[in-house]
C-alpha cells in the first residue's frame, strides 16, 4: 500500500476486499497523540479519498483504548508557541473537515478511552460502534481548554443540546451503552464483537452502489457543513484558551495526578 507508506503512527491493513483498516498504532501510551501523530490523522483521509482501491475505512486504536487524544508534549508546544497554536488552528479544523469531504464511508471501531483528537475522529465517522469499555470523554474544560474540535458541531445534533451541555461542560464520561441510548454512537456491542462487527458493517458499505452510498453522504454531511461556523468559533475559542492561566493549571494537574485548581478571576 504505496500511499501509506510514508505513515509512523498509523498502520494500514485489508481486512476484506475494499476495506481498509487504520489503526492507531502507540499502544504503550494509550494511543496518546504526539504532534506528529496528529497531523497524520488529520490528514489521511485525503489519501482515503483518493485511493481507487478503498471503498469503506476503518478505524481504531491498538491495544487497550481507541486514543486518549494529545500527549502532554503537544499540549505544552501549542501552549509556549504562537506559531504552533496557528498550526494547532489549522489542523483541528482539517481532522474533522477532511472526515466530513471524505467520500467514502468511514467506521469507528471504539473501545477503552477516547479522548480529545480521538473522540473527534471517533464520532466524525459516519457508522460509529462502541465497545461496552468504551470511555467517551470530552477533556477539555478538565484541562482548561473551550470544548473545541468537533465537540460544539457534531454533539448536539448527534445526542441533544441538554445532554452535550452536560457532557461538555462537566467533562463526565460516557460508556459505550450509555453513549448509544442516548444516540452519540450508532451501536454499542459486547468487546469481544467489535472488531468483527465493525469489519461486517465496512464489508456490507464496500459491497454496495457506491455512488449514491457516497453521495447519501455527501448530502448528509451538509448538516455537519450547516454548523461550520459553530466549528470554527469553538475551534478559535480552544486556540484563545491556550493563552490563560486555567490551561497550565490543567495540565500541571494531570501531570501530578491531583485535582485542578481553578480559583482565577474572570
Known amino acids: 500500500m504505496k500511499l501509506y507508506e510514508n505513515y509512523q ?3 494500514f491493513d485489508r481486512p476484506s476486499e475494499r476495506v481498509l483498516r487504520i489503526t492507531i498504532n502507540r499502544p504503550e501510551k494509550l494511543n496518546s497523540l504526539p504532534w506528529e501523530a496528529h497531523g497524520e490523522l488529520s490528514r489521511v483521509w485525503l489519501d ?3 485511493d481507487k482501491e478503498t471503498n469503506v475505512a476503518i478505524i481504531c486504536g491498538a491495544g487497550k483504548g481507541f486514543c486518549a487524544g494529545g500527549d502532554f508534549g503537544m499540549v505544552e508546544k ?3 508557541d504562537y506559531e504552533m497554536q496557528a498550526e494547532a488552528l489549522r489542523e483541528f479544523r482539517d481532522l474533522c ?3 466530513i469531504n ?5 467506521v469507528s471501531a471504539i473501545h477503552g478511552p477516547a ?3 480521538g473522540l473527534a475522529t471517533a464520532l466524525m465517522a459516519d457508522v460509529s460502534i462502541a465497545a461496552k469499555s468504551a470511555r467517551l470523554i470530552d477533556g477539555h474544560t478538565r484541562l482548561g481548554l473551550a470544548a473545541g474540535d468537533h465537540a460544539a458541531m457534531i454533539w448536539p445534533l448527534l445526542c441533544g443540546m441538554a445532554k452535550a451541555k452536560y457532557y461538555l461542560l462537566t467533562c463526565e464520561p460516557v460508556m459505550g451503552e450509555e453513549a448509544e441510548r442516548i444516540g452519540l454512537v450508532s451501536m454499542c456491542v459486547p468487546d469481544e464483537e467489535l472488531q468483527a462487527k465493525a469489519e461486517e458493517v465496512a464489508a456490507k458499505l464496500a459491497k454496495g452502489a457506491q ?4 453521495w447519501s453522504k455527501y448530502a448528509l454531511n451538509n448538516w455537519f457543513r450547516m ?3 459553530i466549528f470554527d468559533n469553538s475551534a478559535t475559542l480552544e486556540l484563545l484558551s491556550f493563552n490563560g492561566p486555567e490551561v497550565k493549571e490543567g495540565l500541571a494537574s494531570l501531570k501530578e495526578k491531583r485535582d485542578p485548581n481553578f480559583d482565577f478571576k474572570v
Open 9 to 11: 503512527y498509523l498502520k
Open 48 to 50: 482515503v479519498d483518493k
Open 78 to 80: 501549542i501552549i509556549n
Open 97 to 99: 473537515y477532511n472526515m
Open 102 to 106: 471524505c467520500s467514502k464511508p468511514i
Open 115 to 117: 479522548v480529545g483528537a
Open 211 to 214: 455512488r449514491p452510498i457516497r
Open 227 to 229: 454548523a461550520g461556523p
